[in-house]
Nanobody, 124 residues
Framework: QVQLVESGGGLVQAGGSLRLSCTSS????????MGWFRQAPGMERELVAA????????YYAESVKGRFTISRDNAKNTVDLQMNSLKPEDTAVYSC?????????????????WGQGTQVTVSS
């Protein structure tokens, strides 16, 4: 059974930073591309960042490029999202996710499992 557990959300002022972490279990973590999604109230869930199974390739939504950094540690089965220069529009529930198939591309949106999510609130 796949489990994804996020941590690190919270309340921060605009311009501040947060680091989210996700721990995965139940799959061979090192063979799956991982992603971070976010969903704001009344909005569709969007893929914010993704990192390939080996960590060599990444994808970022235009809205977060240059501010967010995704990384992974395959020895610890973790994927992190470092968020800098946060803006009020970054406020959302952030969830990590694992792709459906092994060795998928970072631009794919074919994800199979999501964590419960962690709230990130950025005040102006």
């Amino acid at each position: 059974q796949v489990q994804l557990v996020e941590s690190g959300g919270g309340l921060v002022q605009a311009g501040g930073s947060l680091r989210l972490s996700c721990t995965s279990s139940g799959r061979t973590f090192s063979t799956y591309t991982m992603g971070w999604f976010r969903q704001a109230p009344g909005m569709e869930r969007e893929l914010v960042a993704a990192i390939s199974w080996g960590g060599s390739m990444t994808y970022y939504a235009e809205s977060v490029k240059g501010r967010f950094t995704i990384s992974r540690d395959n020895a610890k089965n973790t994927v992190d999202l470092q968020m800098n220069s946060l803006k009020p529009e970054d406020t959302a529930v952030y969830s990590c996710a694992i792709q459906r198939v092994r060795y998928g591309g970072v631009s794919s949106t074919d994800y199979a499992y999501w964590g419960q999510g962690t709230q990130v609130t950025v005040s102006s």
